[in-house]
């Protein structure tokens, strides 16, 4: 395991889940193996014990890692860790599918909350949002529409050129605004491709489409962004649903 002790500028117990994490993809860490104790990760890289703890929550919230009752903690099989939902960026999810990610970015402007957008976001209606309108690629090949609503500080400006220089746009919101997605909400269905829709994916008029909205929380669990995602037929929406430890009837 990767025992550097130099963190960058983010939470510690971040920074640890990043490095077991990348021991897992490297496969020094297998499916099912035990992780090393609490104590001994703490020595390995200069944390506390309770560092080690919330990375470990952190983990096990995403499906990386398992805890069995008095055995320890395990890495999780890579079937569960590939269909865990994060709150990641469209290119990390594309990036761990093994394709290559890619956007078209049709606008980018502010806007004053509409009564909807303003009662999913607790906002007074007419609130100022940053909105962000792309088409996201994978392989060149376009896979869906994302509208997204994004509470920023009074006076935010994005631009395309930052979005297309930073290629993520979380990543740009991250390091210029401080955003901190920390949770998600989302609803699915199914619709009909409309004829704006139809044209910019390039498929048919009233082809199937999955339709996601998503609320976005921030590490205080504010509402920090709304977004309409279509996708085409062909794209995999991937999750893992777990048993609650309250049982099931």
Same mark, same amino acid.
């Given at each position: ?6 963190? #960058?500028?983010? #939470? ?23 992780? #090393? ?12 014990? $309770? ?36 709150? $990641?960026? +469209?290119?990390?999810?594309?990036? !761990? %599918?093994?394709?290559? @990610? ?22 007074? @209606?007419?609130? @100022? ?9 994978? $392989?060149? *090949? ?10 920023? @500080? ?13 290629? !993520? ?9 401080? +955003? ?26 009233? $082809? #199937?489409?999955?339709?996601?909205? /998503?609320?976005?929380?921030?590490? %205080? ?10 996708? *085409? ?6 999750? /893992? ?9």
């Amino acid at each position: 395991m990767n025992t550097s002790t130099t963190a #960058p500028a983010q #939470p510690r117990y971040k920074w640890l889940a990043d490095i077991i994490r990348d021991t897992i993809d490297q496969g020094v860490l297998t499916d099912n193996q035990a992780l #090393p104790s609490e104590r001994e990760l703490a020595e390995r890289y200069d944390v506390s014990r $309770d560092t080690v703890r919330k990375a470990v929550r952190y983990m096990e919230e995403r499906g990386i890692i398992y805890s069995g009752h008095g055995r320890g903690t395990f890495v999780a099989p890579a079937i569960v860790r590939g269909t865990t939902r994060f709150i $990641d960026s +469209f290119s990390q999810d594309t990036d !761990s %599918r093994g394709g290559v @990610p890619g956007q078209r970015i049709l606008s980018v402007e502010t806007v004053d909350a509409n009564m909807a957008i303003a009662g999913l976001l607790n906002l007074e @209606p007419g609130a @100022p949002l940053v909105r962000v309108r792309r088409i996201r690629l994978i $392989d060149n *090949v376009p896979v869906g529409l994302h509208d997204a609503y994004f509470v920023l @500080p009074r006076g935010a400006r994005l631009s395309r050129s930052q979005i297309e220089k930073t290629g !993520s746009l979380y990543k740009l919101l991250t390091e210029k605004f401080g +955003f901190s997605p920390a949770e998600a909400v989302e609803n699915l269905c199914s619709g009909a491709a409309a004829a704006e829709d139809a044209e910019l994916l390039g498929i048919g008029v009233g $082809d #199937p489409l999955l339709i996601c909205e /998503r609320i976005t929380l921030s590490e %205080r669990r504010e509402p920090i962004e709304y977004c309409l995602m279509k996708y *085409v037929s062909s794209y995999r929406y991937r999750t /893992r649903i777990a048993k609650h430890s309250g049982g099931m009837s």
